[in-house]
């Protein structure tokens, strides 16, 4: 992983497969993403294409997961200030905790 994008892709595909996993998303749910990234959301949500080989494979893992599991996903755009993650991922302290289902 090479930049922030390649990073918000595979978190994202990762997310999703946790999700299903642990039973927290299953067959059929409906699911709210929030990205604070204007490239990702039009790659995501708008289907632009990306020179990227990794985001590319990322988004087609995503849309096999979406498919397989008839999973309904809508993608909204927020404002980095608005992203409850940023808190985590910048902090000092290991704020996710072992028992990170607590989080979702």
Known sequence: IKNNEESRFVALH????????????KDNDKINVMCDSEIMFKIISEGEKSDNEIINDKVYFI???TNLRNLTIKYQLIESKKNIATKHLFSEED???????GYV
């Open 14 to 25: 990762v997310g999703i497969y946790w999700g299903l996993g642990v039973n927290i998303i």
């Open 63 to 65: 849309n096999q997961l």
């Open 95 to 101: 704020t996710a905790g072992r028992d990170s289902k």
